[in-house]
């Protein structure tokens, strides 16, 4: 496969709001998990302890962003009659791609009439649940402001970007499966520039309940992915943007590259014991053809960016798929650190793949391995005494036993949809120019 340079970056999530303020979360192994804020639902009157009683959640928790409300419709073109009709999803789309575009060093309006791609993932739809709460309030431009596809759309429609443009839901692997789409095209000369990611937000109390009732929340509200204790996870929000451009390309017109994406790939579990239950087996198919795509032996990779849920069933099955792909020609000496960014900000769901990625590349450009947090007594099940594999409970310098650093990222999907990419070091990409930043 050829390779994909990552050239901008956007995000905004919990306690961060653009990637140097989430490095220095990462780094400093911040738990960025809140009580329920006032003005999203009033946690006391949902909240009951015993997951069982109907309407109620046994979790106050979440991983919060600010200001949600908040938008600047002028600066889009947007009126503020259809502003307020907008997803906040759409909104934190086109703001956060923006900031992605200028971290790229590109002029957005410079891209109209350009084969420029969009693909976003997507799934929450709290918004259009609130807005249609009272059918006298809807007016014409709900259709638009609503559908989960014109999050990616409006985006297209704002920049005259005449590449494919779509929103893809997976459930929890969808933003992950929109960056292996956005390569997909850039291979096939669909797009010749790339905005990808994901966004999602909680707005009312409905899936919580939801997740609730189904036993997936921890009741403390921290995922505590790998420990003993592990009993669900607690929600997130958030949005993250990859600008993407093929290697070639990015190094011919000297784009600063701050990762490179050497391969990925996609699955499904098929016919399983349960649509929700994890399946080692199409995990492990998942990974060997990523790495297979991205031309990187096993043994190579040095660090992987769990799906990691906190789940007493998903994370031994996740570690045994990993160990049984990653130890092929594996030696003791080349270690492997396993990591998930869910213990600091939550389970973004349709976002979660590409908070995870950001924090790979991230960690990448500062050779450092953020501490993995919550991790008091690791899970026995896991098996991971006596392997090369470790997770790390303290920042670390990177791992470094080859010519190039590279890692894994996992996004798996409760409907059963599987994505692995492999990212490589910017600065040990052949060719790969200037690499990117270092604070």
Same mark, same amino acid.
């Given at each position: 496969?050829e390779?994909?340079?990552?050239?901008?970056i956007?995000?905004?999530f919990?306690k961060a709001n653009n990637?140097e303020?989430?490095?220095?979360?990462?780094?400093n192994?911040?738990?960025?998990?809140?009580?329920?804020?006032?003005?999203?639902w009033d946690?006391?009157a949902f909240?009951?302890?015993?997951?069982?009683?109907?309407?109620k959640?046994?979790t106050?928790w979440g991983?919060?962003?600010?200001?949600?409300?908040?938008?600047?419709?002028?600066f889009?073109?947007?009126?503020?009659?259809?502003a307020e009709?907008i997803?906040?999803?759409?909104r934190?789309?086109?703001?956060?791609?923006?900031?992605?575009?200028?971290?790229?060093?590109?002029?957005?309006?410079?891209?109209?009439?350009s084969?420029t791609g969009?693909?976003?993932?997507i799934?929450?739809?709290?918004?259009?649940?609130?807005?249609?709460?009272?059918?006298?309030?809807?007016?014409?431009?709900?259709?638009t402001?609503?559908?989960?596809s014109?999050?990616a759309?409006?985006?297209?429609y704002?920049l005259?970007l005449?590449?494919p443009s779509?929103?893809?839901?997976t459930a929890?692997?969808?933003?992950?499966v929109?960056?292996h789409s956005a390569?997909q095209?850039?291979?096939?000369?669909?797009?010749n520039l790339?905005?990808?990611g994901?966004?999602?937000?909680?707005?009312?109390p409905?899936?919580?309940?939801?997740?609730?009732?189904a036993r997936?929340m921890?009741?403390d509200?921290?995922?505590?992915t790998?420990?003993?204790?592990?009993?669900?996870?607690?929600?997130?929000?958030?949005?993250?943007i990859l600008?993407?451009?093929r290697?070639?390309?990015a190094?011919?017109?000297s784009?600063?590259i701050?990762a490179?994406?050497?391969?990925?790939?996609?699955?499904h579990d098929?016919l399983?014991?349960?649509?929700?239950?994890?399946n080692?087996?199409?995990q492990?198919?998942v990974?060997?053809?990523?790495?297979?795509?991205?031309?990187?032996?096993?043994?190579?990779?040095?660090y992987?960016e769990?799906?990691?849920?906190?789940?007493?069933?998903?994370d031994?099955? #996740?570690?045994? *798929?990993?160990? $049984?792909v @990653?130890m092929?020609?594996?030696?003791?000496e /080349?270690?492997?650190? =396993?990591?998930?960014?869910?213990?600091?900000?939550g389970h973004? #769901?349709p976002? *979660?793949?590409i $908070?995870? @990625?950001?924090?790979?590349v991230?960690?990448? /450009?500062?050779?450092e =391995?953020p501490?993995?947090?919550?991790?008091?007594?690791?899970?026995p099940h896991?098996?991971?005494?006596?392997?090369?594999?470790f997770i790390?409970?303290?920042? /670390?310098p990177?791992p470094?036993?080859?010519?190039r650093?590279?890692a894994?990222v996992?996004g798996?999907?409760?409907?059963?949809?599987?994505?692995?990419?492999?990212?490589e070091?910017? /600065?040990e990409?052949?060719?790969?120019?200037?690499?990117?930043?270092k604070n």
């Amino acid at each position: 496969m050829e390779p994909i340079a990552i050239i901008g970056i956007g995000c905004r999530f919990p306690k961060a709001n653009n990637p140097e303020s989430f490095w220095k979360l990462l780094h400093n192994g911040v738990d960025a998990i809140a009580s329920v804020p006032k003005d999203r639902w009033d946690v006391d009157a949902f909240y009951d302890p015993d997951p069982t009683t109907p309407g109620k959640m046994n979790t106050r928790w979440g991983g919060f962003l600010d200001q949600v409300d908040q938008f600047d419709p002028a600066f889009f073109e947007i009126s503020p009659r259809e502003a307020e009709r907008i997803d906040p999803q759409h909104r934190l789309v086109l703001e956060v791609a923006w900031e992605a575009l200028e971290d790229a060093a590109i002029a957005p309006e410079s891209l109209a009439g350009s084969q420029t791609g969009v693909f976003i993932g997507i799934g929450n739809y709290d918004y259009g649940r609130l807005l249609c709460s009272d059918l006298s309030n809807i007016n014409s431009h709900h259709g638009t402001g609503l559908t989960l596809s014109v999050a990616a759309n409006r985006l297209s429609y704002l920049l005259d970007l005449h590449g494919p443009s779509m929103a893809i839901e997976t459930a929890c692997s969808s933003s992950l499966v929109a960056v292996h789409s956005a390569c997909q095209s850039l291979r096939s000369g669909e797009s010749n520039l790339v905005i990808a990611g994901g966004v999602s937000l909680m707005l009312t109390p409905d899936m919580t309940i939801t997740f609730s009732q189904a036993r997936m929340m921890a009741p403390d509200g921290r995922c505590k992915t790998f420990d003993a204790s592990a009993n669900g996870y607690v929600r997130g929000e958030g949005c993250g943007i990859l600008i993407l451009k093929r290697l070639s390309d990015a190094i011919k017109d000297s784009n600063r590259i701050l990762a490179v994406i050497r391969g990925s790939a996609v699955n499904h579990d098929g016919l399983s014991n349960g649509i929700t239950a994890p399946n080692g087996k199409a995990q492990q198919a998942v990974i060997r053809q990523a790495l297979k795509n991205a031309d990187v032996a096993p043994a190579e990779i040095s660090y992987i960016e769990a799906h990691g849920t906190g789940t007493p069933l998903g994370d031994p099955i #996740e570690i045994r *798929a990993i160990k $049984a792909v @990653l130890m092929a020609g594996r030696s003791p000496e /080349q270690r492997c650190g =396993i990591g998930s960014v869910k213990t600091n900000i939550g389970h973004l #769901e349709p976002a *979660a793949g590409i $908070a995870g @990625l950001i924090k790979v590349v991230l960690s990448l /450009q500062h050779g450092e =391995i953020p501490p993995h947090l919550h991790l008091q007594q690791l899970n026995p099940h896991l098996g991971l005494d006596k392997t090369p594999f470790f997770i790390p409970r303290e920042c /670390q310098p990177w791992p470094k036993f080859s010519e190039r650093r590279l890692a894994g990222v996992s996004g798996f999907s409760f409907g059963g949809t599987n994505c692995h990419v492999i990212l490589e070091a910017a /600065q040990e990409s052949r060719g790969a120019g200037e690499q990117g930043r270092k604070n």
